[in-house]
């Protein structure tokens, strides 16, 4: 880079932003988006011309903006935007390495699971009817919030896999992991009701335990569009996927018996560490009922 760019950073940024908005054809409003993260880098680098920059500077300007409280994904975004940025130095201007080169981001803290509160899980596997779509999606339901089940592992179910009199459930999950898992009487008391509709609905040869229609399996899209329409059905506010009745079974689970160990058995997850964000979840919701039922936790309304 020659000394006017290195006395304007301007020119080269405008430039970097040019090509963005006319060879990678990015829509503005992300084009917006890089100027503000690499208008971060200019401010912070402040005279030091960007092709004296090092490692070192980045890792400290990282320190800097996660100091202000820019989250661990908001620095992954900043900092690709000055990879990017170097790597057209590089190639346009002729600037001789990259100093966000290898830097990464501090972690993210994991995003909470969304669980229904257990008056909603309760509302929602309460789904009223005796017509073959309202027995079929009562069990679904029922069945999910009783075992914890993953989306892929009750989509592929089959009844052989049912064993309603010990009252458990083989299932195959990730990693081609057979577990057996416990299975409630209410879930029971639905599946019940489902079999017996099921061996008139499905077609010849079908071994799907779950049936669309057509007598066939049904996919894993058609459960998800069900689980949400009920939802709405039964009046809940929130969006409801399997995944959040998965999240429902872990966090209810934990908040009765602490037992950890166990949730991690039951949800199938390999490893503790995967289950060991319900703790946060259960932390939260005991913070929360402290929160509104502990004389010395409530605040005073009128000083509010």
Known sequence: MDAAQNQDPQAPL??????????RRLSPHTVAAYQRDIGLLLELAAAA???????????RFVATLHA???????????L????????FLGRQEKMGHNPCAGIRPPKAPPTLPHALSPDDAGRLVEIPGDEP????DRAICELFYSSGLRL?????????ALDLREKTLRVTGKGNRTRVVPVGRHAVAALQDWLTLRERLARPGESAL?????????GVRGIQQRIALRARQQGLSAHVHPHVLRHSFASHLLQSSGDLRAVQELLGHAHLSTTQVYTHLDHQYLT?????AHPRAKRNKKTD
């Open 80 to 87: 690709s935007a000055w990879r990017g940025f170097f790597g």
């Open 288 to 292: 929360r009922i402290y929160d509104q």
């Open 14 to 23: 405008q430039r970097y932003l040019a090509h963005l908005s006319a060879e």
């Open 133 to 136: 779509l309202a027995v079929r």
């Open 49 to 59: 011309p960007l092709d004296t920059l090092q490692s070192h500077q980045i890792r």
């Open 152 to 160: 892929s592992e009750l989509a592929g179910l089959d009844p052989a």
């Open 210 to 218: 779950f049936l669309n229609h057509r007598g066939e399996r049904l």
């Open 68 to 78: 202000r409280g820019l989250s661990g994904r908001s620095l992954a975004r900043v």
